[in-house]
């Protein structure tokens, strides 16, 4: 079965430090990895993809994101955090063999502080 | 990308009673789906809304307490049947295109709690 891991349920950065938020994907196939953001109080937000290609993929706000095939990981990072990247983050799997499915991870919440 | 809107944003329901929940999308879609988070907490999806039959169900969802409505390209319901306070939670609502690697986008959500 496909599934993405989000090992931690917290990150705490001061703000200006970069950021990594981790994932790790299990997917038999070419995986599409997706990650997407929560304010409070609000729907998700897509940020960024990875379908093939270039290993660093950039996307909205700033935020960037690592595939790495021989680690089985879709890292999110900014190299200069906002108080107002403090959310939810999700990452996300396509099922390759099957669009209908996507999973998703636990989530990790990012609070960047003053 | 297209623009999901969701109503109600916010209900308050007594038990026993059901709540209908709008999602219209801005542009067709091909897939619809339906998700149900606790605050803080990941997505569960409920189904898959099925334009013109019914929908597909993930385990633990029936039919009978999540009737969903797709009658085309756009519009979607999903209703919560007979309500009881642990139905509280967030719904969300959202649309795909069918190339794989289409990612999905979500509407706001609807904030249900049931007393």
């Known amino acids: 079965a496909q599934s993405v891991a989000q090992p931690e349920d917290q990150v705490n950065v001061a703000e200006g430090n970069p950021l990594t938020v981790k994932c790790t994907y299990s997917?038999?196939?070419?995986?599409?990895l997706f990650w997407y953001v929560q304010y409070p109080n609000r729907g998700l937000q897509f940020l960024l993809k990875?379908?093939?290609?270039?290993?660093l993929v950039k996307g909205s706000y700033g935020f960037e994101a690592e595939f790495n095939k021989s680690q089985t990981s879709f890292h999110l990072k900014k190299p200069s955090a906002l108080v107002s990247d403090s959310a939810l983050y999700f990452c996300?799997?396509?099922?390759?063999?099957?669009?209908?499915?996507?999973?998703f991870g636990s989530g990790t919440k990012l609070n960047v502080k003053p | 990308s297209a623009v999901i809107s969701q109503k109600p944003s916010r209900d308050i329901c007594q038990r026993g009673t059901s709540l209908t929940i709008q999602c219209q999308v801005d542009?067709?879609?091909?897939?619809m789906f339906w998700y149900r988070q606790q605050p803080g907490q990941s997505l569960t999806l409920i189904a898959t809304?099925?334009?013109?039959?019914?929908?597909?169900?993930e385990s633990g969802f029936v039919i009978d307490k999540f009737p969903i409505s797709r009658p085309n390209l756009t519009f979607s319901t999903l209703t919560v049947s007979n309500m009881s306070p642990e139905d509280s939670s967030i719904y969300l609502c959202?649309?795909?295109?069918?190339?794989?690697?289409?990612?999905?986008?979500f509407g706001p959500g609807t904030r249900l709690t049931v007393l």
């Open positions: 809304a099925n334009q013109g039959s019914e929908a597909t169900y």
């Open positions: 542009s067709q879609v091909t897939m």
């Open positions: 997917v038999s196939g070419n995986p599409y």
């Open positions: 996300a799997v396509r099922d390759p063999y099957n669009f209908n499915k996507f999973y």
């Open positions: 959202s649309g795909c295109r069918d190339r794989e690697f289409d990612e999905q986008f």
């Open positions: 990875y379908i093939t290609g270039d290993n």
